[in-house]
Every structure is written in structure tokens, then in C-alpha cells.
Nanobody
């Protein structure tokens, strides 16, 4: 199983970023996918989840209405479009899949600062 995140960076408050996760080594279409984040000094929290077909999505209250999760089962990718970014969104963002255990990417840093 391999998950590789990309798209992080430094952005001003109110800005946008699009994170992408490229997945390999398992049957991507068979599993729900998740994005988590971990801010400095805090635990890892679930940000967004998407079902196998993409028909069902769930979001943390803190990002609802600002972030959108999507997936492309032909390309084995899951994206997180982040709009209206706030300083409190600063964190390392991780792609996650639960197979027989939890699998994580290496993470991508998102910093929201003026």
C-alpha cells in the first residue's frame, strides 16, 4: 500500500489549496478514503471522508462548507479542495485508508499565514 500526498504549501488567509493523494498497492475502488490533519501539539483529526463510489462524503464541523473531498477511481486519486483557509487550518494533512489496518501517506504541510 502506498499513499503519496501533494499540493501543500503556504497560503494567505482566505486562500485556496488543492491537495491530492495518489494511491497504489490495493484495490482503490473497494475502499473508502479519508483525509486527516495534525496541527502542532494536537492529535490527528479526521477532516473528510469519501465512500468507495464517491457518492457519500462526511466532513468535520470545523471545515464544513469550505473543503470538498473527491475521488477519481480511474486514476486512483483522492483530492481535498480547500477554500477559505484560516490560520487554524495550519497542519500536516494525511491521506488514509483502512484496510486490515490503517495506512498513511507521508503527509503534506499546509500553512495558512499572512
Amino acid at each position: 500500500v502506498r499513499l503519496v500526498e501533494s499540493g501543500g504549501g503556504l497560503v494567505q488567509p482566505g486562500g485556496s489549496l488543492r491537495l491530492s493523494c495518489a494511491a497504489s498497492g490495493f484495490s482503490f475502488i473497494s475502499y473508502a478514503m479519508n483525509w486527516y490533519r495534525q496541527a502542532p501539539g494536537k492529535g490527528r483529526e479526521l477532516v473528510a471522508a469519501i465512500s468507495r463510489t464517491g457518492g457519500d462524503t462526511n466532513y468535520a464541523d470545523s471545515i464544513k462548507g469550505r473543503f470538498t473531498i473527491s475521488r477519481d477511481n480511474a486514476k486512483n486519486t483522492v483530492d481535498l479542495q480547500m477554500n477559505g483557509l484560516k490560520p487554524e487550518d495550519t497542519a500536516v494533512y494525511y491521506c488514509n485508508v483502512r484496510l486490515f489496518g490503517n495506512y498513511w501517506g507521508q503527509g503534506t504541510q499546509v500553512t495558512v499565514s499572512s
